[in-house]
């Protein structure tokens, strides 16, 4: 199969830890990474590989992964954390060169 | 600074054509590949297509539903990526986003860097 499948939504807490799980059998074989996106605004990258971060995203954010699932961790979550989150990888089926997963709404409460 | 600068989006009616160009500043473009991706009006994101650089034969990878209708090319010298659009449906109405490829140890690939888009809205 070539899709990450997402939960639609999440809620957490102001200064709560948060984690949004991205499963496909992709995953087996590539790292994901993980975009953050503001209304109106072009996709960040906030994870990379096993778990690194790109210079100026803030050290609340990790990733890990296990078998076919991905995971995106927010420790302490700020308000300017709401977004949407995708994941993404490249596809090991060979329908195509690359899949987002189906994309996770963050409410920070 | 590294800055993807999308052009070229607008109205267009179905079955016809457009060319989207991304202009790249701040890095040596001709070292990179360039991924298209696709969000439609208040949906999650579409990986469109893929240029590899000359390096790796220049070639392309397309989504499926894509695919023998849209064309991506670059111009190295002038740091220019394009998205040829053929045959255009209403389905492909949505914000199209230029992104740089990055690599890390055949395990390991991300879009670390992604222009504003540019919207093109397929309609009669």
């Known amino acids: 199969s070539s899709e990450l499948t997402q939960d639609p939504a999440v809620s957490v807490a102001l200064g709560q830890t948060v984690r949004i799980t991205c499963q496909g059998d992709?995953?087996?074989?590539?790292?994901a990474s993980w975009y953050q996106q503001k209304p109106g605004q072009a996709p960040v990258l906030v994870i990379y590989?096993?778990?690194n971060r790109p210079s100026g995203i803030p050290d609340r954010f990790s990733g890990s992964s296990s078998g076919n699932t991905a995971s995106l961790t927010i420790t302490g979550a700020q308000a300017e954390d709401e977004a949407d989150y995708y994941c993404?990888?490249?596809?090991?089926?060979?329908?195509?060169?690359?899949?987002f997963g189906t994309g996770t709404k963050v409410t920070v409460l | 600074e590294v800055q993807l600068v999308e052009s070229g989006g607008g109205l267009v009616q179905p079955g016809r054509s457009l060319r989207l160009s991304c202009t790249a500043s701040?890095?040596?473009?001709?070292?990179?590949?360039m991924s298209w991706v696709r969000q439609a009006p208040g949906k999650g994101l579409e990986w469109v297509g893929f240029?590899?650089?000359?390096?790796?034969?220049?070639?392309?990878e397309y989504a499926a539903s894509v695919k023998g209708r849209f064309t991506i090319s670059r111009d190295d010298s002038k740091s220019i990526a394009y998205l040829q659009m053929n045959s255009l449906k209403t389905e492909d109405t949505a914000v199209y986003y230029c992104?740089?490829?990055?690599?890390?140890?055949?395990?390991?690939?991300?879009?670390?860097?992604w222009g504003q888009g540019t919207l093109v809205t397929v309609s009669s």
């Open positions: 992709s995953l087996r074989s590539y790292y």
């Open positions: 590989g096993k778990n």
């Open positions: 993404n990888s490249r596809d090991s089926s060979g329908n195509h060169l690359y899949v």
């Open positions: 992104t740089r490829e990055a690599e890390r140890g055949g395990t390991t690939y991300y879009f670390d860097y």
């Open positions: 701040g890095f040596t473009f001709g070292d990179y590949a």
């Open positions: 240029i590899r650089s000359k390096a790796y034969g220049g070639t392309t």
